[in-house]
């Protein structure tokens, strides 16, 4: 079983940064995707950041194109959102999710997903 767990979300004002983390464990070296999803209150879950595994590939929806930037660490065990110029509609929930196999672009090729960290960008 994937455990992933997401940290670093937070109150933040237009125009600052922040730092997501996710943590994974157990069968995560087993998924070809690691990414990072959001959902805002009335609205569907929608793609934001994808990595593979290797670091490879990286995927952006164009929302979010030069403002964030997904990496994982050296162990691979751990992947980040960097976002800068945050915007209030950036404000969700993030979901850290992990998929074997796929577009990762897909929400539904995600066969794991953590609990969420909040973000919230006042203007």
């Known amino acids: 079983q994937v455990q992933l767990v997401e940290s670093g979300g937070g109150l933040v004002q237009a125009g600052g940064s922040l730092r997501l983390s996710c943590a994974a464990s157990?069968?995560?070296?087993?998924?070809?995707?690691m990414g990072w999803f959001r959902q805002a209150p009335g609205k569907e879950r929608e793609f934001v950041a994808a990595?593979?595994?290797?670091?490879?590939?990286?995927y952006y929806a164009d929302s979010v194109k030069g403002r964030f930037t997904i990496s994982r660490d050296n162990a691979k065990v751990t992947v980040y959102l960097q976002i800068n110029s945050l915007k209030p509609e950036d404000t969700a929930v993030y979901y850290c999710?992990?998929?074997?196999?796929?577009?990762?672009?897909?929400?539904?090729?995600?066969?794991?997903w953590g609990r969420g960290t909040q973000v919230t960008v006042s203007s």
């Open positions: 999710a992990a998929a074997p196999r796929g577009s990762p672009i897909n929400r539904n090729v995600y066969d794991y």
């Open positions: 157990g069968r995560a070296f087993s998924n070809a995707w």
């Open positions: 990595i593979s595994w290797t670091g490879t590939n990286t």
